[in-house]
């Protein structure tokens, strides 16, 4: 029987822990309910029912897509640029253009800087 007593104690005593943790449990979602019960109680408003927000699969997928001038496009507009107003722009460009590049010259520039070097050119005879 001694060896029966011990194991009556612990399974008594897993009972007990037991029910402490649910009261522990339970005090939490109580504590957690809390700041949502007040909120409500001080606002007097209901809330607003979640709206569901559904979108066709090809918004969601792709970007719009940004056309990346080729080496060719931007060489073309930059000269036109250049000559425009008897190269009245022709300093500024060769600046921009030193700018974006590594070399100083246009195959210097990376193509991911390409729209960015038009668009700046751009506002040089747009300003």
């Known amino acids: 029987m001694s060896k029966q007593k011990p194991t009556e ?10 029910e402490n943790l ?18 409500k109680e001080t606002t007097n ?3 607003e029912p979640e709206k569901e927000v559904t979108a066709a ?3 969601t997928l792709t970007k719009p897509e940004v056309k990346v001038p080729t080496f060719e496009e931007v060489r073309k507009t930059l000269a036109g640029i250049s000559s425009q107003d008897d190269g009245k722009y022709k300093s500024q460009i060769k600046d921009l253009v030193g700018k ?3 070399t100083g010259t246009l195959k210097g520039v ?5 729209a960015a070097l038009v668009a700046e050119a751009e506002a040089i005879i747009n300003a």
């Open 45 to 47: 408003e209901q809330p």
């Open 22 to 39: 649910i009261v522990v449990a339970e005090s939490l979602k109580a504590y957690a309910e809390v700041p949502e019960t007040k909120e």
């Open 9 to 18: 104690e612990l399974i008594k005593a897993l009972i007990a822990c037991s």
């Open 57 to 59: 699969p090809s918004e």
């Open 100 to 102: 974006y590049s590594s």
């Open 110 to 114: 990376p193509e991911e800087s390409y």
